[in-house]
């Protein structure tokens, strides 16, 4: 990481004055990379969140259906609670709000004017369906992947995983279909 913030300074780009209005790309893919390190070097686990949604999944189950929570395969071998990879998402989701807020990008608005233009600015509803919909494919695709974004994406490419790879180029072809038929029809 350090070497390719290197080469960034010998092109003459200065990876801490990025001049977009967000943090710069290159200073967040390396904290990223860093960040990824640290958890293997400490934990000698591979950065990665859906765990931590299945882990609440089963704190849920756990006081709605307990017989039914412990008998799955899943929660034989991961008991449900609270660990370190939901930190992890906390952290995200802490880090997103400083980001947005210190790189110049807090809107305050639930709906964006991209949004705003194809759908109305009346459609906050269906924005939150549309985004829970979202949500629970992908945490069920990562289930079934063995992983997330962050896992597959991250710590798995990482690691020149071949399963990881083609995960990683499925999120981004998924990611354009959907943006096409999303914002293009």
Request: hydrophobic content about 50%.
């Amino acid at each position: 990481m350090i070497a390719h913030l290197s080469l960034l300074a010998a092109e003459g780009v200065d990876a801490l004055q990025y001049s977009g209005p967000a943090w710069s790309p290159y200073l967040v893919g390396t904290l990223i990379g860093v960040l990824s390190m640290f958890t293997f070097y400490f934990s000698n686990k591979p950065l990665g969140a859906s765990t931590a949604y299945a882990r609440v999944a089963g704190l849920i189950g756990e006081k709605v259906a307990p017989a039914h929570t412990h008998s799955l395969a899943f929660f034989k071998k991961k008991t449900p609670k609270i660990g370190w990879e939901l930190m992890l998402v906390c952290g995200v989701v802490i880090g997103a709000f400083i980001a947005a807020w210190t790189g110049g990008e807090w809107t305050g608005r639930l709906l964006p004017e991209m949004w705003q233009d194809r759908f109305g600015a009346d459609s906050g509803l269906l924005r939150v369906v549309v985004a829970l919909a979202g949500g629970m494919m992908m945490a069920f695709g990562a289930r079934m992947a063995g992983g997330c974004t962050s896992g597959h994406g991250i710590s798995g490419t990482l690691q020149l995983a071949v399963g990881s790879w083609v995960s990683a180029i499925c999120f981004f072809v998924g990611g354009i279909i959907v943006a096409m038929l999303v914002y293009a029809i």
